[in-house]
Protein backbone atom coordinates (compact mmCIF):
# COMPACT_ATOMS: atom_id res chain seq x y z
CA UNK A 1 0.00 0.00 0.00
CA UNK A 2 1.54 3.34 -0.88
CA UNK A 3 0.57 6.15 1.95
CA UNK A 4 0.31 9.87 0.28
CA UNK A 5 3.19 11.88 0.99
CA UNK A 6 2.92 15.86 2.14
CA UNK A 7 4.83 18.70 2.02
CA UNK A 8 5.69 20.88 4.22
CA UNK A 9 6.00 23.99 2.70
CA UNK A 10 7.65 26.47 5.67
CA UNK A 11 11.39 26.29 4.49
CA UNK A 12 12.20 26.06 1.17
CA UNK A 13 15.80 26.22 0.18
CA UNK A 14 17.03 27.60 -3.51
CA UNK A 15 18.53 25.34 -4.78
CA UNK A 16 19.63 27.83 -7.87
CA UNK A 17 21.63 30.27 -5.77
CA UNK A 18 22.04 27.63 -2.60
CA UNK A 19 20.82 29.91 -0.19
CA UNK A 20 17.77 28.95 2.09
CA UNK A 21 14.68 31.91 1.81
CA UNK A 22 12.18 31.70 4.23
CA UNK A 23 8.85 31.27 2.70
CA UNK A 24 6.09 31.93 5.61
CA UNK A 25 3.30 32.60 3.33
CA UNK A 26 2.41 28.47 2.51
CA UNK A 27 3.53 28.93 -1.26
CA UNK A 28 6.09 27.83 -2.80
CA UNK A 29 9.01 30.13 -4.66
CA UNK A 30 6.95 29.49 -8.01
CA UNK A 31 3.71 30.51 -6.19
CA UNK A 32 1.87 27.79 -6.42
CA UNK A 33 -0.43 27.23 -2.79
CA UNK A 34 0.04 24.15 -0.96
CA UNK A 35 -1.02 20.97 -0.76
CA UNK A 36 -5.06 20.49 0.25
CA UNK A 37 -4.13 17.64 2.15
CA UNK A 38 -1.12 19.27 3.84
CA UNK A 39 -3.86 22.14 5.14
CA UNK A 40 -6.85 19.92 5.44
CA UNK A 41 -4.95 17.94 8.48
CA UNK A 42 -4.04 21.19 9.84
CA UNK A 43 -7.70 22.40 10.35
CA UNK A 44 -8.69 19.04 11.37
CA UNK A 45 -5.87 18.99 14.26
CA UNK A 46 -7.10 22.47 15.76
CA UNK A 47 -10.56 22.15 15.29
CA UNK A 48 -10.07 18.83 17.53
CA UNK A 49 -8.12 20.47 20.18
CA UNK A 50 -11.11 23.41 20.49
CA UNK A 51 -13.11 20.48 20.57
CA UNK A 52 -11.39 18.32 23.31
CA UNK A 53 -10.81 21.40 25.58
CA UNK A 54 -14.65 22.76 25.18
CA UNK A 55 -15.80 18.99 26.09
CA UNK A 56 -13.53 19.13 28.98
CA UNK A 57 -14.84 22.30 30.35
CA UNK A 58 -18.48 21.49 29.48
CA UNK A 59 -18.35 18.38 31.46
CA UNK A 60 -16.61 19.78 34.79
CA UNK A 61 -18.84 22.50 34.12
CA UNK A 62 -22.09 21.11 36.42
CA UNK A 63 -22.40 18.64 38.98
CA UNK A 64 -25.26 16.20 39.72
CA UNK A 65 -25.90 15.61 43.77
CA UNK A 66 -27.49 12.93 44.69
CA UNK A 67 -30.68 12.18 46.88
CA UNK A 68 -29.48 12.20 50.67
CA UNK A 69 -26.34 14.41 50.24
CA UNK A 70 -24.47 17.77 49.91
CA UNK A 71 -21.48 18.56 48.02
CA UNK A 72 -18.76 21.19 48.82
CA UNK A 73 -16.48 23.08 46.74
CA UNK A 74 -13.06 24.36 46.90
CA UNK A 75 -11.35 26.35 44.53
CA UNK A 76 -7.51 26.06 44.83
CA UNK A 77 -7.98 24.75 48.81
CA UNK A 78 -10.25 28.09 49.52
CA UNK A 79 -13.53 26.82 50.73
CA UNK A 80 -16.91 28.40 49.51
CA UNK A 81 -19.84 29.61 51.53
CA UNK A 82 -22.22 28.17 49.31
CA UNK A 83 -23.05 24.56 49.45
CA UNK A 84 -24.26 22.30 46.32
CA UNK A 85 -27.61 20.69 47.06
CA UNK A 86 -29.13 17.52 45.65
CA UNK A 87 -29.91 17.70 42.11
CA UNK A 88 -28.25 19.52 39.11
CA UNK A 89 -25.85 22.46 39.80
CA UNK A 90 -23.47 24.54 37.88
CA UNK A 91 -19.80 24.46 39.12
CA UNK A 92 -17.00 26.36 38.08
CA UNK A 93 -14.64 23.70 36.52
CA UNK A 94 -11.85 24.16 38.54
CA UNK A 95 -14.02 23.87 41.36
CA UNK A 96 -13.17 20.54 43.69
CA UNK A 97 -16.36 18.64 44.93
CA UNK A 98 -16.69 16.62 47.97
CA UNK A 99 -19.68 14.75 48.65
CA UNK A 100 -21.29 14.39 52.38
CA UNK A 101 -23.79 12.20 53.76
CA UNK A 102 -26.79 14.33 55.45
CA UNK A 103 -29.17 11.12 55.89
CA UNK A 104 -30.32 10.73 59.62
CA UNK A 105 -27.08 8.43 61.24
CA UNK A 106 -27.24 6.60 64.44
CA UNK A 107 -24.11 6.66 66.85
CA UNK A 108 -24.59 4.24 70.11
CA UNK A 109 -22.63 4.92 73.00
CA UNK A 110 -21.54 2.88 76.68
CA UNK A 111 -21.09 5.30 79.90
CA UNK A 112 -20.83 4.11 83.43
CA UNK A 113 -22.34 6.53 86.14
CA UNK A 114 -24.26 6.15 89.18
CA UNK A 115 -27.92 6.53 90.37
CA UNK A 116 -29.24 8.65 92.84
CA UNK A 117 -28.75 6.36 95.80
CA UNK A 118 -25.13 5.30 94.71
CA UNK A 119 -25.83 2.39 92.71
CA UNK A 120 -23.09 1.52 90.22
CA UNK A 121 -25.27 1.77 86.24
CA UNK A 122 -24.13 0.95 82.56
CA UNK A 123 -26.45 2.79 80.24
CA UNK A 124 -26.60 1.94 76.52
CA UNK A 125 -27.83 4.87 74.10
CA UNK A 126 -27.63 5.01 70.68
CA UNK A 127 -28.07 9.14 69.52
CA UNK A 128 -29.71 9.37 66.24
CA UNK A 129 -28.36 12.89 64.33
CA UNK A 130 -27.84 14.56 60.72
CA UNK A 131 -25.29 17.46 58.97
CA UNK A 132 -27.88 20.16 58.00
CA UNK A 133 -27.36 20.24 54.21
CA UNK A 134 -27.28 24.31 54.36
CA UNK A 135 -24.83 24.97 57.28
CA UNK A 136 -22.42 22.46 55.39
CA UNK A 137 -19.68 24.37 54.26
CA UNK A 138 -19.20 26.24 57.58
CA UNK A 139 -19.33 22.87 59.32
CA UNK A 140 -16.28 21.22 57.56
CA UNK A 141 -14.69 24.55 57.89
CA UNK A 142 -14.59 24.36 61.37
CA UNK A 143 -14.24 20.74 61.80
CA UNK A 144 -13.14 19.26 58.87
CA UNK A 145 -14.95 15.70 59.32
CA UNK A 146 -17.61 14.04 60.79
CA UNK A 147 -15.46 11.76 62.78
CA UNK A 148 -13.68 15.37 64.30
CA UNK A 149 -17.00 16.36 65.36
CA UNK A 150 -18.06 12.93 67.22
CA UNK A 151 -14.61 12.84 68.89
CA UNK A 152 -14.79 16.17 70.07
CA UNK A 153 -18.61 17.24 70.34
CA UNK A 154 -20.99 14.37 70.34
CA UNK A 155 -18.81 11.49 72.57
CA UNK A 156 -18.24 14.16 75.52
CA UNK A 157 -21.89 15.41 75.26
CA UNK A 158 -23.47 12.00 75.25
CA UNK A 159 -21.13 11.08 78.44
CA UNK A 160 -22.03 14.33 80.36
CA UNK A 161 -25.54 13.95 79.68
CA UNK A 162 -25.90 10.21 80.72
CA UNK A 163 -24.33 10.99 83.98
CA UNK A 164 -26.09 13.72 84.99
CA UNK A 165 -29.51 12.51 84.10
CA UNK A 166 -28.72 9.08 85.72
CA UNK A 167 -27.71 10.57 89.00
CA UNK A 168 -31.17 12.16 89.02
CA UNK A 169 -32.93 9.15 89.63
CA UNK A 170 -32.64 6.14 92.14
CA UNK A 171 -32.04 2.74 90.74
CA UNK A 172 -35.33 1.40 90.78
CA UNK A 173 -36.55 4.57 89.26
CA UNK A 174 -33.90 4.51 86.60
CA UNK A 175 -35.74 0.71 85.90
CA UNK A 176 -39.48 1.45 86.20
CA UNK A 177 -39.26 5.33 84.63
CA UNK A 178 -37.20 4.27 81.35
CA UNK A 179 -39.06 6.64 79.28
CA UNK A 180 -39.04 9.64 81.93
CA UNK A 181 -35.19 9.27 82.49
CA UNK A 182 -34.88 8.71 78.34
CA UNK A 183 -36.10 12.04 77.49
CA UNK A 184 -33.93 13.80 80.20
CA UNK A 185 -30.80 12.18 78.37
CA UNK A 186 -32.45 13.54 74.85
CA UNK A 187 -32.65 17.30 76.32
CA UNK A 188 -29.22 16.94 77.67
CA UNK A 189 -27.55 15.99 75.01
CA UNK A 190 -29.33 18.42 72.66
CA UNK A 191 -28.42 21.19 75.00
CA UNK A 192 -24.66 20.39 75.55
CA UNK A 193 -24.20 19.68 71.53
CA UNK A 194 -25.97 23.38 70.80
CA UNK A 195 -23.69 24.55 73.35
CA UNK A 196 -20.55 22.97 72.20
CA UNK A 197 -21.21 23.84 68.54
CA UNK A 198 -21.91 27.82 69.15
CA UNK A 199 -18.41 28.22 71.25
CA UNK A 200 -16.81 27.07 67.87
CA UNK A 201 -19.20 29.22 66.01
CA UNK A 202 -21.23 26.87 64.41
CA UNK A 203 -24.18 26.39 65.92
CA UNK A 204 -27.13 24.77 63.87
CA UNK A 205 -24.59 22.99 61.73
CA UNK A 206 -26.18 18.86 63.16
CA UNK A 207 -29.31 18.01 64.38
CA UNK A 208 -29.99 15.93 67.07
CA UNK A 209 -33.11 13.66 66.32
CA UNK A 210 -33.69 11.45 69.02
CA UNK A 211 -32.00 9.45 71.86
CA UNK A 212 -32.62 5.89 72.47
CA UNK A 213 -32.29 4.45 75.95
CA UNK A 214 -31.12 0.81 74.47
CA UNK A 215 -30.12 -0.78 78.22
CA UNK A 216 -29.68 -0.37 81.74
CA UNK A 217 -27.25 -2.68 83.64
CA UNK A 218 -26.31 -2.81 87.40
CA UNK A 219 -24.55 -5.09 89.68
CA UNK A 220 -25.81 -8.76 89.79
CA UNK A 221 -27.07 -8.72 93.59
CA UNK A 222 -28.90 -5.65 93.23
CA UNK A 223 -30.00 -6.43 89.47
CA UNK A 224 -31.33 -9.81 91.09
CA UNK A 225 -33.13 -8.09 93.72
CA UNK A 226 -34.68 -5.06 91.99
CA UNK A 227 -36.15 -7.88 89.76
CA UNK A 228 -37.88 -9.31 92.41
CA UNK A 229 -38.73 -6.03 93.72
CA UNK A 230 -39.94 -4.99 90.79
CA UNK A 231 -41.95 -8.20 90.79
CA UNK A 232 -43.43 -7.90 93.81
CA UNK A 233 -44.63 -4.37 92.27
CA UNK A 234 -46.32 -5.85 89.64
CA UNK A 235 -48.26 -8.60 91.56
CA UNK A 236 -49.67 -5.94 94.12
CA UNK A 237 -50.43 -3.95 91.12
CA UNK A 238 -52.19 -6.84 89.16
CA UNK A 239 -54.22 -7.70 92.53
CA UNK A 240 -55.33 -4.40 92.88
CA UNK A 241 -56.94 -4.54 89.32
CA UNK A 242 -58.57 -7.79 89.85
CA UNK A 243 -59.91 -6.36 92.69
CA UNK A 244 -61.21 -3.50 91.02
CA UNK A 245 -62.75 -5.42 88.42
CA UNK A 246 -64.63 -7.84 90.91
CA UNK A 247 -65.68 -4.53 92.22
CA UNK A 248 -66.71 -3.02 88.90
CA UNK A 249 -68.45 -6.83 88.42
CA UNK A 250 -70.36 -6.98 91.56
CA UNK A 251 -71.61 -2.90 91.22
CA UNK A 252 -72.68 -4.15 87.53
CA UNK A 253 -74.81 -6.70 88.70
CA UNK A 254 -76.40 -4.80 91.33
CA UNK A 255 -77.10 -2.38 89.09
CA UNK A 256 -78.90 -4.93 86.48
CA UNK A 257 -81.08 -6.13 89.58
CA UNK A 258 -81.94 -2.74 90.92
CA UNK A 259 -82.96 -1.58 86.80
CA UNK A 260 -85.00 -5.34 86.82
CA UNK A 261 -86.56 -4.40 90.03
CA UNK A 262 -87.21 -0.19 89.10
CA UNK A 263 -88.83 -1.79 85.86
CA UNK A 264 -90.97 -4.35 87.53
CA UNK A 265 -92.58 -1.93 90.46
CA UNK A 266 -92.67 0.93 87.42
CA UNK A 267 -94.94 -2.02 85.67
CA UNK A 268 -97.04 -2.61 88.27
CA UNK A 269 -97.63 1.15 89.54
CA UNK A 270 -99.17 1.44 85.44
CA UNK A 271 -101.15 -1.25 86.00
CA UNK A 272 -102.38 -0.09 89.25
CA UNK A 273 -102.94 3.22 88.01
CA UNK A 274 -104.43 2.10 85.29
CA UNK A 275 -106.99 0.18 87.74
CA UNK A 276 -107.55 2.45 89.58
CA UNK A 277 -108.30 5.06 86.97
CA UNK A 278 -111.02 2.71 85.32
CA UNK A 279 -113.10 2.21 88.52
CA UNK A 280 -112.87 5.57 89.27
CA UNK A 281 -114.30 6.45 85.68
CA UNK A 282 -116.87 3.74 86.67
CA UNK A 283 -117.65 4.82 90.02
CA UNK A 284 -118.41 8.95 88.26
CA UNK A 285 -120.65 7.32 85.81
CA UNK A 286 -122.80 5.59 88.12
CA UNK A 287 -123.05 8.49 90.32
CA UNK A 288 -124.16 10.80 87.81
CA UNK A 289 -126.38 8.20 86.12
CA UNK A 290 -128.94 6.45 88.41
CA UNK A 291 -130.59 4.62 85.66
CA UNK A 292 -127.32 3.24 84.94
CA UNK A 293 -126.90 1.21 87.95
CA UNK A 294 -130.05 -0.48 87.39
CA UNK A 295 -128.88 -1.34 83.54
CA UNK A 296 -125.97 -2.41 85.17
CA UNK A 297 -127.72 -4.76 87.65
CA UNK A 298 -129.85 -6.13 84.88
CA UNK A 299 -126.75 -6.66 82.88
CA UNK A 300 -125.12 -8.97 85.72
CA UNK A 301 -128.07 -10.67 86.77
CA UNK A 302 -127.65 -14.20 85.04
CA UNK A 303 -131.57 -14.91 85.45
CA UNK A 304 -131.34 -16.40 88.33
CA UNK A 305 -134.13 -15.75 91.60
CA UNK A 306 -132.27 -15.97 95.27
CA UNK A 307 -133.94 -18.53 97.61
CA UNK A 308 -133.94 -18.97 100.93
CA UNK A 309 -134.09 -22.16 103.27
CA UNK A 310 -135.91 -24.21 99.76
CA UNK A 311 -138.35 -21.51 99.29
CA UNK A 312 -138.35 -18.35 97.03
CA UNK A 313 -139.66 -15.21 97.94
CA UNK A 314 -143.37 -14.33 97.30
CA UNK A 315 -143.48 -10.84 95.19
CA UNK A 316 -140.32 -13.37 93.08
CA UNK A 317 -140.83 -14.76 89.75
CA UNK A 318 -140.22 -18.71 89.21
CA UNK A 319 -136.96 -19.13 87.76
CA UNK A 320 -138.53 -21.91 85.59
CA UNK A 321 -141.44 -21.67 83.35
CA UNK A 322 -145.30 -23.31 84.31
CA UNK A 323 -145.69 -26.88 83.38
CA UNK A 324 -148.35 -26.54 80.50
CA UNK A 325 -152.12 -27.50 81.07
CA UNK A 326 -153.56 -30.48 79.99
CA UNK A 327 -155.29 -30.79 76.68
CA UNK A 328 -158.73 -31.40 76.81
CA UNK A 329 -160.63 -34.85 75.33
CA UNK A 330 -162.86 -34.78 72.50
CA UNK A 331 -166.56 -34.81 73.25
CA UNK A 332 -168.45 -37.66 72.62
Given at each position: MKFPSFKFPFFKRNNDSGQSSDNRSGFSSEGTPPSPSSFNIFGWLKLAAVVVVLAIVAVNSFKVVPRGY??????????????????????????????????????????????????????????????????????FKEYGSIENFIEAILDPAIQESVKAATAHFTATDLWTKRETVRDEIEQLVRTNVANAMASKKAPGTVAINRVTLDNLDFTPMFADALEANVKAINDAGRAVNEGKKLIADAEGDAQSIKAKADAEAYATLQIATKEAEAIRRESAALRDSPDLVELTAINRWKGKVPRYNGTMPMNAAPDVAPAAAPAASPAK
Open positions: VATKSVFGVLDPQPLLAGFNFINPLSSITLHNVLVTPKQAVAKSGSHDLQKVTTKVTVSYNLVDSQAPVF
